[in-house]
């Protein structure tokens, strides 16, 4: 079955720069996600990238795909306390249903 | 509305009662889905509606889920005799019909069964 992988944990001083990273299996997804829940929250879709790309860049987030080594990143530039959340990464699963990562949760730390 | 609603927000019950949940998905949206994220854990995929096709259930844990969509709108997740091991925090999300962008969700409902 399909399986996204994340690191659980993520730790940095606040203004420097966060990486999470995800791997995933499916090839011929067509865009890959990435969410942010706040604690107490649902899940708000933070970024995506369509898989012809290999980055894609808004403001502060930067997301990185290898698809040679179907890997995914996001790059979170000046982290700030309010960055402070679990990250999951996602793909298409038989079009319409997603699988998700087990999610990044990220301390920032002042 | 103007975003997924869920009700109710946190629901605590004894072991062995039923529970229903509530989502009131994006109106528009013909896409809705149910998904269970436990204690340090990512999302397990439970059930997901589109427009009047039959629901895809295979994510549904056991014979004591059930969920139904009342005209192509409002869902309800029903857990049977609950178990402890059913406490998580269970998502509803919705989304257009053949939609690259994502869900949006709501803000889940906390189930604790003691």
């Known amino acids: 079955g399909e399986d996204v992988e994340q690191s659980l944990f993520l730790s940095v001083r606040e203004g420097d720069s966060s990486v999470i990273n995800c791997t995933y299996t499916?090839?011929?997804?067509?865009?890959l996600y990435w969410y942010k829940q706040e604690p107490g929250a649902g899940l708000q879709l933070l970024t995506y990238?369509?898989?012809?790309?290999d980055m894609k860049q808004d403001q502060r987030l930067t997301v990185l795909l290898n698809k040679k080594d179907k890997h995914l990143s996001l790059r979170i530039a000046d982290t700030q306390t309010g960055d402070s959340a679990i990250y999951f990464c996602?793909?298409?699963?038989?079009?319409?249903?997603?699988?998700f990562g087990p999610g990044t949760r990220l301390s920032v730390l002042p | 509305g103007a975003g997924v609603s869920q009700s109710p927000s946190n629901k605590v019950t004894e072991k062995g009662k039923d529970v229903e949940l509530r989502c009131d998905p994006i109106?528009?949206?013909?896409?809705l889905y149910w998904y269970r994220q436990s204690l340090g854990q990512g999302l397990e995929f439970l059930i997901y509606?589109?427009?009047?096709?039959?629901?895809?259930k295979s994510g549904l844990p056991s014979d004591r889920f059930s969920a139904e969509r009342t005209g192509g709108s409002v869902s309800t997740l029903t857990i049977q005799r609950t178990q402890q091991e059913d406490s998580a925090v269970y998502l509803c999300?919705?989304?257009?019909?053949?939609?690259?962008?994502?869900?949006?969700f709501g803000s889940g409902t906390r189930l604790t069964v003691v």
């Open positions: 999300a919705s989304s257009p019909s053949l939609s690259n962008y994502g869900y949006t």
């Open positions: 499916d090839s011929s997804s067509t865009y």
């Open positions: 990238i369509f898989s012809n790309m």
């Open positions: 996602a793909e298409p699963f038989y079009g319409q249903n997603f699988v």
């Open positions: 109106s528009g949206h013909t896409a």
């Open positions: 509606f589109q427009g009047n096709s039959a629901p895809d």
